[in-house]
């Protein structure tokens, strides 16, 4: 792009970029007096974006009196985002245009391998996945990976017994080198909450905790809108709280005392020793709907503990809402068995509400991510700093999917 070493420029052609995204369709006078630039500067900025394929006209404006003005929008599919949703039984992936709605998705069960097993699998399923939709490879610019541990400096995932063999690859690295984009890699429910944060707009507060219960258990925290991440990023590992199981138990350490007594597995666990029978974890809650007496236990006795866990995080944080999610945390039956005991051990009030988003909230935080970066480095060529906030696609965008 011709502007791309006038920083002053590139400056100006982020605000009007945001301004675009933010309210398109929109005119240029309307940009001009929205960002205080003026209408020249607009004018050419927006020529140069228009001849780069970057934005385009999408009609004009009606209602006015006098002349009708030309307005633009962002052009969605002068390039494309790949957000993954990495699980310990599943891997999801989704491609997005510019402005973030779902073009493509495909979910596979994760390969066993581990390690380079997992970066290959993934960086074939977005193959696949461009392929069935006629997509060039090429017009995919970033990849987010969601994964279920801790991504580490060195660029191997900590903390992430259900996949094995990410602790001793630079998983980012691995996989950039088989997809040839950059790639991004964070914590799953870090992204989950990220993706309820932007997709929901839940209220006016820009507080949010979101807690995974599935495969494994995790919290992301939004703080003032911003991630928390803490000094080792692993900040929201609360699987690893000293309760439930015996935290002094080894196994405790490489799994976490509470994860042991209230994720999947453990539910499953439970549900054996009541009745000597292994079902999986829906057959479990179809039997607690039915009313058997030792489903209805299990559920009760993982409810129990996340409630412990909630207060915990309440009472360290104190934030406006708690969203609960992950395959298990999802299912309203088990928020309402957690509202009571928490309400019966915590003295505060805090709202306690269902992942609007499913299984889905983890890809939509990863889009976010993607595109607020892809958006720096198509329209101010990667400058320093910049920065242009997103607005989320409509809400069905990621709602369908996750039915």
Not at 7 to 19: F, Y
């Amino acid at each position: 792009m011709s502007f791309s070493g006038n920083v002053s420029r590139q400056l100006s052609m982020s605000t009007i970029v945001q301004a675009i995204t933010s309210y398109a369709p929109i005119s240029r006078a309307s940009i001009a007096k929205m960002t205080g630039l003026s209408k020249q500067t607009v004018s050419e900025i927006m020529a140069q974006l228009e001849l780069d394929g970057l934005v385009q006209t999408v009609g004009q404006t009606e209602g006015h009196v006098g002349r009708r003005a030309v307005v633009y929008e962002i052009n969605p599919r002068v390039a494309l985002v790949a957000a993954v949703d990495l699980g310990g039984t599943k891997v999801r992936v989704a491609i997005c245009n510019l402005v973030g709605e779902v073009v493509a998705e495909t979910v596979a069960p994760t390969t066993k391998d581990g390690g380079e097993a997992v970066t290959a699998q993934i960086a074939e399923l977005i193959r696949e996945l461009a392929s069935e939709k006629n997509i060039e490879p090429d017009a995919i610019r970033t990849v987010v990976v969601g994964v279920p541990g801790v991504p580490q400096p060195d660029g191997t995932i900590a903390f992430a017994p259900n996949v094995p063999g990410v602790d001793k690859i630079d998983f980012a690295d691995t996989l950039s080198e088989v997809v040839g984009v950059e790639v991004i890699v964070e914590n799953d429910v870090n992204l989950a909450a990220l993706g309820e944060h932007w997709m929901t707009k839940r209220g006016d507060s820009d507080d949010l905790v979101f807690v995974s219960i599935g495969t494994g258990i995790g919290a992301g925290l939004v703080i003032g809108g911003n991630l928390v991440r803490g000094a080792t990023g692993a900040a929201g590992e609360v699987g690893y709280l000293p309760f439930g199981a015996d935290p002094f138990d080894p196994e405790s350490l490489r799994v976490g005392a509470l994860e042991r007594v209230s994720a999947t597995q453990a539910l499953i666990a439970h549900y054996h020793d009541l009745t000597g029978t292994t079902v999986s974890v829906p057959q479990i809650f179809e039997a607690a709907l039915s009313g058997e007496e030792a489903a209805q236990a299990c559920l009760e006795r993982t409810a129990h503990n996340i409630a412990l866990a909630i207060g915990a995080i309440a009472a360290v944080l104190d934030p406006s809402c708690i969203v609960i999610g992950g395959s298990i945390g999802a299912r309203s039956e088990l928020t309402a068995l957690i509202e009571p005991v928490l309400r019966r051990c915590f003295p505060g009030s805090i709202p306690i509400e269902n992942t609007i988003l499913g299984n889905h909230a983890a890809l939509a935080g990863a889009t976010s991510i993607a595109l607020s970066r892809l958006h720096v480095a198509l329209f101010t060529g990667g400058l320093k700093g910049a920065e242009i906030q997103v607005p989320p696609p409509a809400l069905p965008t990621f709602q369908e999917l996750a039915r």
